[in-house]
């Protein structure tokens, strides 16, 4: 009886709650919680109570010896109370299996919406569901690259999920969240399932915009064509950026660190002739034991494309951004460099940061520039919340997730990227070596402003104008070095 009432409830509420979610525009990540998580479970007790209560009843029968119990029940529709039985046994037991069965569906689908995997755990997860949405994947659900298609990944996502919810809810998981991701699902199940790694890219011409850390913030747009190439397929070899891709060549590398920041050993093995040609830095090489005991890896799209998703940008490029689009006025005396700062700043949590970034900004113009505080009011005060804007969708103090927590390897500018292997130090046995000339990726069509503008008249790009004079050190060191996403 108590199994019955459990059940009727619970079935009751279950598809009320349905017929709800379907109704709601934006449902609470709660309600599907509840509905498809809290719900079946309690459903299922009761269903699970009525034979253990019929059990326990036949035993004390059986026991005090009153009936002789049949093995099997005799069913006779004949009988009223029989029939009666029976139909509201096969009518349940249809009615049971139908919910159960759209119950699970729903499961299924909510357990892999993004409303789910995003903001459920409110703040574990708000850093990547917050950059997420300005990516340009914002329409590709989370699960299509953390756990893509079949029965094993799902079954292994939600295995380590459970954990994550342990994690969660004892307060005992890592901030920032460690990466690279290591069980993340290899790059050929997930992201080659959308991108053909086949297709060719024609250059992508994209601009760059930099302003200048002085009182002017000059403007110092960079203009630049890259070779993405790729190819492969028909008569196209394989080239430009995407010639790494693996089509014609199997690239494998060992990295010193967790990050992959350090690598100082590289394997080509083209796939036709199956020569192989090991690239190794030469100033600072691995050891004959370091590579035996290594297990190299093969590189794929996330060796570059780290960050498809959940790019955290610097201070620096945000300013950039925000003063390219109007959003901050460039007018404003020293307005970048002071932002930048503000931003920069480690703070503890974002109320604390918004806060500061306010008070920093405008004590800076009231003391460093009364007239303009007391002239350009507005242009301050949309300035501060463009500032608090950016900062709050790019960092994450009370997860420490900042630009320089999470470096992307596409580029060379405030990380190493591509300069990990371009370096200019790889060099084979052979003596061939991994390519850091300036053109071997990208031709710079244009760069600076006002009368320091240059425009290319050949393909083959200009040679590279550093804006601030510090002699050749651009050639010899990485970008990297002096830019680390806060002013060099
Ligand atoms: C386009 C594919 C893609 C989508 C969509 C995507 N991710 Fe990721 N995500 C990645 C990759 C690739 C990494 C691994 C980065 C690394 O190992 O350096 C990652 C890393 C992460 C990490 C580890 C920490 C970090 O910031 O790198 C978390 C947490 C995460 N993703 C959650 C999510 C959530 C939640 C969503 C949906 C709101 C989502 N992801 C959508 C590709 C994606
Ligand atoms: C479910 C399909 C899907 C999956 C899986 C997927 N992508 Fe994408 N990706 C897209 C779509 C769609 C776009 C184009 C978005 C647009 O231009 O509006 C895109 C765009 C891109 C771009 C261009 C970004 C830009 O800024 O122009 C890159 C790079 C990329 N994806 C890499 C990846 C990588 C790496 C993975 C695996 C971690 C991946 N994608 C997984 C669908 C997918
Ligand atoms: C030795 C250190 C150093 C190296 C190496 C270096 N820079 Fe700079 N860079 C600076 C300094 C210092 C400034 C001046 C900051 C200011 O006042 O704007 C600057 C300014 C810039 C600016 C304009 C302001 C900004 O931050 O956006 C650009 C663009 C730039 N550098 C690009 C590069 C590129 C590209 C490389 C690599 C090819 C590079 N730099 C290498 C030190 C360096
Ligand atoms: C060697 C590094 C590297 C590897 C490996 C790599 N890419 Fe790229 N890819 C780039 C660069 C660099 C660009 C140029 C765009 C940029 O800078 O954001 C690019 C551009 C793209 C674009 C946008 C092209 C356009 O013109 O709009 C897509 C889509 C893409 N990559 C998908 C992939 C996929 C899928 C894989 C894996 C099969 C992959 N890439 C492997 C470096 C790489
Ligand atoms: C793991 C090491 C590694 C990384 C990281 C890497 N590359 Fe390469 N790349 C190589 C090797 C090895 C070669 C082949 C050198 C040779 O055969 O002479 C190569 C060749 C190239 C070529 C020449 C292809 C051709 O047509 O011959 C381009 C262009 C290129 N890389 C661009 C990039 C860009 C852009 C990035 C960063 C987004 C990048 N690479 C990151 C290892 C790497
Ligand atoms: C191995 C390939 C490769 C080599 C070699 C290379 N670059 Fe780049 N560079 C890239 C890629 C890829 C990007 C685009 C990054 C992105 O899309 O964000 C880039 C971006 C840039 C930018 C714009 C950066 C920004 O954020 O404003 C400048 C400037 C630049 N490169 C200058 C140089 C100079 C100077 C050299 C020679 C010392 C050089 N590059 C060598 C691959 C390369």
Known sequence: MVGAAITLVAGGLFIVFLVIEQYIRDPNPYLGIFVYMA????????????????????????????????????????????????????????ALILVGTVGGYQAFHFSESVEFCGTTCHEVMKPEHVAYQSSAHARVACTSCHVGPGAGWY????????????????????????????????????????????KFFSAQQKRFNHFMYDEQNTAWPINILLKT???????????????????????????????????????????????????????????????AAATPRVMDCMDCHNRPSHNYHSPDHLMDQSMASGRIDPSLPEVKRIAVEAMSEMYDTEEEALSAIATAVSRFYTDEYPEVAQTRQNAIEATILEIQQRYSTNMFPEMKVRWDQYPDNIGHFINPGCMRCHDGNHVSDQGAVVSRDCTSCHAILSQGSGDRTEWA????????????????EWKESGCYECHEGTQP
């Not at 010896?65 to 109370?81: I, Q």
């Not at 307060?171 to 399932?193: D, F, G, S």
């Open 39 to 94: 719900l079946p479970p309690v459903l299922m007790l009761g269903i699970l109570l009525i034979p253990i209560g019929m059990l326990r009843t036949k035993r004390i029968i059986r026991k005090r010896g009153d009936l002789p119990m049949p093995k099997w029940p005799a069913v006779d529709l004949n009988k009223r109370p029989h029939r009666n039985a029976f139909f509201v046994f096969s009518v349940g037991t249809v």
């Open 155 to 198: 079954a292994r996502s939600k295995l380590s999920g459970a954990y994550q919810v342990y994690a969660t809810a004892r307060n005992i998981y890592p901030r920032p969240i460690p990466t690279p991701v290591k069980a993340l699902r290899p790059a050929q199940e997930t992201c080659e399932k959308c991108h053909w790694p086949e």
């Open 229 to 291: 190439g790729g190819g492969g397929h028909e008569t196209r070899e394989p080239m430009g950026i995407h010639w790494h891709m693996n089509i014609s060549r199997k690239i494998e590398y060992i990295a010193r660190d967790e990050r992959r920041q350090d690598i100082p050993w590289i394997r080509v093995t083209d796939r036709k002739t199956q020569v192989v040609a090991i690239f190794q830095n030469e100033e600072d090489p691995l050891t004959e034991e370091e590579i």
């Open 457 to 472: 008249t050949s393909i083959a790009g200009l040679d590279f104008v550093h804006p601030e004079d510090i002699d050749e």
